[in-house]
């Protein structure tokens, strides 16, 4: 699975960008059925469950994800990365790599709790 897709020469069409081939993409929105949207997914990731969901998708021709980011899963403080929520999109990305889907990541969304939405509105106030 190499190369980016891009919109093909014909302007209508998408294309992978390194082999020219025409990608038609057939994707879903991902989070676990059993531990609902982000944050969800990423507090109780499991990547067998994952492993499972994305063969499923597979199967039924799935070759696109989008997945949503949720900005203290990966960042719980203005100057803090979390090595923990790395390691997750680490091994989502391998997982969708196993089974030729792309992703889309989405986000980050604020939906984690007020701490979060309170260090944006922070960091924008300490700009002016």
Request: net charge negative; charged share 10%; hydrophobic share 40%.
């Given at each position: 699975?190499?190369?980016f897709i891009g919109i093909d020469n014909d302007n209508w069409r998408f294309?992978?960008?390194s082999t020219g081939e025409?990608?038609?993409?057939?994707?879903?929105?991902?989070?676990?059925?059993?531990?609902?949207?982000?944050?969800?997914l990423w507090k109780m990731?499991?990547?067998s469950r994952?492993?499972?969901?994305?063969s499923m998708?597979?199967?039924?021709?799935?070759?696109?994800?989008?997945?949503?980011l949720t900005a203290a899963s990966f960042q719980p403080d203005i100057d803090k990365i979390s090595n923990e929520g790395l390691d997750k999109l680490d091994a989502l990305i391998e997982i969708a790599k196993r089974f030729n889907i792309r992703l889309?990541?989405?986000g980050?969304?604020?939906w984690e709790d007020s701490l979060a939405i309170g260090i944006l509105i922070n960091m924008l106030v300490n700009q002016r």
């Open positions: 699975m190499n190369g294309a992978n960008t025409i990608f038609i993409p057939y994707g879903t929105n991902y989070f676990d059925p059993q531990t609902g949207w982000a944050p969800k990731f499991d990547a994952v492993n499972q969901h994305f998708m597979s199967d039924i021709g799935v070759n696109v994800a989008r997945v949503f889309i990541l989405t980050p969304d604020h």
